[in-house]
């Protein structure tokens, strides 16, 4: 935890990198304003109803007069998260439970606080990060209308000059519809994650951006010079004229290189002698399909479901999960659509399921093997995923597959509902292909019986690497265990995408490893056909795979599996890496 620090003193300060960049600039603190008030009964319920009404009213025009600005600056999906706003308050529970108050006699402002702040807390408590963003959005609608109801004036940064770097305690959705993007060269705040909706608005307007930093708006003062690294989440407070050359350097790389990048879109995905592979992206949500099409993808070759299922009070319905994979489907125009089955359980928990606090939850009963037992909900899902199929190249995979006999099940069970469709008239793919996703050692070894089964093979590094070395992916003691050169994950990894090859299917893969460019040489030379990774790496992968050849990788790839540990492959795939 930092310091508190007084100003110009130089310190360094840690928190999550959230958009890439280096940013350097003049501190501009955005303070909540004062929305404190004292409750009232309401004297006359009817004038109270039509007094928050009109602020309603007010906060849903002024909200996309905002969102139709940030389609501009941000983009089209940028702008749906404040649209959703005004969609929150048609929540019919929502609306009603507010309006009930305020005909018990409470006033617009305590009713609408208290059914806010109780939304705010269901959603706050969940230990997912798309569930915990809700909260965010809530919290915003609340400050939003608060304003309209006190009559106090709404923070404005459209006037910040140019070199300001933004400390918030939360960037909400709606502020970032005032930023005017050259202005801003960085934005810090004390809450978020990789994946909030600050995040998110700070890549698509990209700019800088450290989110999390513990007490930002304490340390940090308006007008302290500071430095921020969006990769790493590193701030620097009143740099030295030594850190200050240091980062100028890094940034003026950094552009250089986000240029060069930009000389990848629209080329093929090749080694440098030609030989062409598969380049994906890795998705959570409809809206990331974007970022894929707008990185020059070839196709996603991970989805994850779990936002629909998450995201939510309730399991989603087939038809909300069909939109869903219809939408990602027609944004990817015909291009390989690769949706991953429910994956839930492990790190990611579902409270309105109930399932049971397990002792071991990644050994537990998760993915498939809870939706073969609650086949009511996987059913659905894989009905919603058979009627999307008419509407583009979706693939199913299935996650955490450990024995031939579930892939034969979940096949049982598509060729049931392939059935009960045709019964119906229903429109989908028949040849949908149906893939298993490569995380357990189990997988590996019988890579072999499997591939007979499989239409492809997509590698979860991520999982595979945790269950082969029986390192918890989370858990920083055993994090030097918890890594992809070592040479027992690579031998799964080759004996994985040999399989594939032999029974001629897809080899792909959709962990992390995929955008690790030393690590690049290796899959080229085991023949990986398709490298899924996240939309932001899509062009840097495509310049790392280009900067080999087929022959210069195998040179490398044989040296490297004949080194016994870890340590000596990370060294000699460093010594050989390149840019
Ligand atoms: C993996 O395990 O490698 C993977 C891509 O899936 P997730 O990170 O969602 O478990
Ligand atoms: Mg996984």
Known sequence: MPCANSQGVNAMLKGIGASSGIGMGKVLLIKEHDLSYVPKAAEDVQSELARYQSAVEGFCSATLEKAERLKKT?????????????????????????EKRIESGQCAESALESVCDMFISIFSSADDDLTNQRATDVKDIKNGILRILLGREEADISAA????????????????????????????????SKTSHSAILARALEIPAVLSLEHAVDVLHNGDMVILDGDSGEVLQAPDPAQLADYTARQKAYLTEKKALKAFI???????????????????????????????????????????????????TEEEQFEAYKKVALMMKGKPVVIRTLDIGGDKEIPYLGLQKEENPFLGFRAVRFCLKRTDIYKSQLRALLR??????????????????ELRQVKALLAQLKEELTDQSVPFNSAIQLGVMMETPASAVIADLLAKEADFFSIGTNDLTQYTMCADRGNANVAYLYSHYDPAVLRMIRRIVTCAKDAGILA????????????????????????????????????????????????LAQKVMSLPTQQEVLRCLTEHARR
């Open 388 to 405: 999307a199929s008419a509407y583009g190249d979706i693939r199913i995979m299935v996650p955490l597959v450990t024995r031939v006999e």
């Open 508 to 555: 792909g893969m959709c962990g992390e490893a995929a955008a690790d460019p030393l690590l690049i040489p290796l899959l080229i030379s085991f023949g990986l056909e398709e490298y899924s990774v996240s939309p932001t790496s899509v062009l840097a992968t495509r310049k790392a795979i280009a900067a080999w050849s087929k022959e210069e990788a195998d040179m």
């Open 266 to 316: 629209g080329k093929q995905t090749a080694t440098k002698d030609g030989c062409i592979v598969q380049l994906a992206a890795n998705i959570g949500t409809p809206l990331d399909a974007q970022a894929a099409v707008d990185n020059d993808s070839e196709g996603i070759g991970l989805f994850r479901t779990e936002f629909l299922f998450m995201d939510q009070t309730a399991l989603p």
């Open 74 to 98: 941000a983009g089209e999906k940028e702008a749906e998260i404040l649209q959703g706003h005004v969609l929150m308050l048609q929540d019919p529970y929502m609306r009603e439970e507010i």
């Open 161 to 192: 000059p140019p070199g300001t770097v933004l400390v918030t305690a939360e960037l909400t959705p709606s502020m970032t519809a005032g930023i005017c993007k050259e202005n801003i060269a960085g934005i810090i705040t004390q809450t978020g």
